[in-house]
């Protein structure tokens, strides 16, 4: 079946511990991207990467690191989380990006106390 | 100023009638204009896409409809069902890439 598959789904933690999103595709696309999801604001875009060792920053990508070693993997790090990214966060890939459909995880629940 | 600006942000109709939900976006190079449903709790799904070649595109009870002179896009969702009810958002590739997307119409249809 083909999927995004993001981990963990839910996660509490607290200011300050390096913490890791995993995102993984059996589609063979080449862009991948990650979104947070805040109320009233929408999904915004963080990271993205066109292929392998490419990436670039999306709207807000202040606290957060990524990297594409793989073509099938796209982690998203937070090396010192704070507060303020607590939210839910969205992998997402397509097979070229610039004209074709996201296909998304089921979502991450991020809570940084 | 936003990149992709979307209205309105709540939506109330009663079942059967029509919703419309409107964009504009800012950059003159978008070419591609998707619209994606979240249901509570779940994942954004794409529900249909335009390309900036065609004016205007139908799926059934869906319809998108693309100005490029006056970058605006709008859904259209005729003879609403309760199923419906979601959260509705628009988004346009900018400068090839990136993704921005609007921030999002809760529709609520009423039976």
């Known amino acids: 079946e083909a999927q995004v598959t993001q981990n963990p789904r839910y996660l509490i933690t607290v200011t300050g511990k390096k913490l890791t999103v995993t995102c993984s595709q059996n589609?063979?696309?080449?862009?991948m991207s990650w979104y947070r999801q805040d109320p009233g604001l929408g999904l915004r875009q963080i990271y993205y990467s066109m292929n392998v060792e490419v990436t670039d920053k999306g709207d807000v990508p202040e606290g957060y690191k990524v990297s594409r070693k793989e073509k099938r993997n796209f982690p998203l790090i937070l090396e010192s989380p704070s507060p303020n990214q607590t939210s839910l966060y969205f992998c997402?890939?397509?097979?070229?990006?610039?004209?074709?459909?996201?296909?998304f995880g089921d979502g991450t629940r991020l809570s940084i106390l | 100023g936003e990149n992709v600006e979307q209205h309105p942000s709540t939506l109330s109709v009663q079942e059967g009638d029509s919703a419309v939900i409107k964009c504009t976006y800012s950059?003159?190079?978008?070419?591609?204009f998707p619209w994606y449903k979240q249901e509570l709790g779940k994942r954004p799904q794409l529900i249909i896409d335009?390309?900036?070649?065609?004016g205007e595109k139908k799926d059934q009870r869906i319809a998108v409809t693309l100005n490029k002179t006056a970058k605006h896009f709008s859904l259209h969702i005729t003879e609403t069902q309760p199923e419906d009810s979601a959260v509705y958002f628009c988004?346009?590739?900018?400068?090839?890439?990136?993704?921005?997307f609007g921030k999002g119409t809760s529709l609520l249809v009423t039976p």
């Open positions: 950059d003159s190079a978008s070419n591609y």
């Open positions: 988004a346009a590739f900018l400068s090839g890439y990136a993704l921005n």
């Open positions: 335009i390309r900036s070649n065609v």
């Open positions: 589609m063979n696309h080449e862009y």
């Open positions: 997402a890939s397509s097979y070229s990006g610039s004209n074709q459909p996201q296909h």
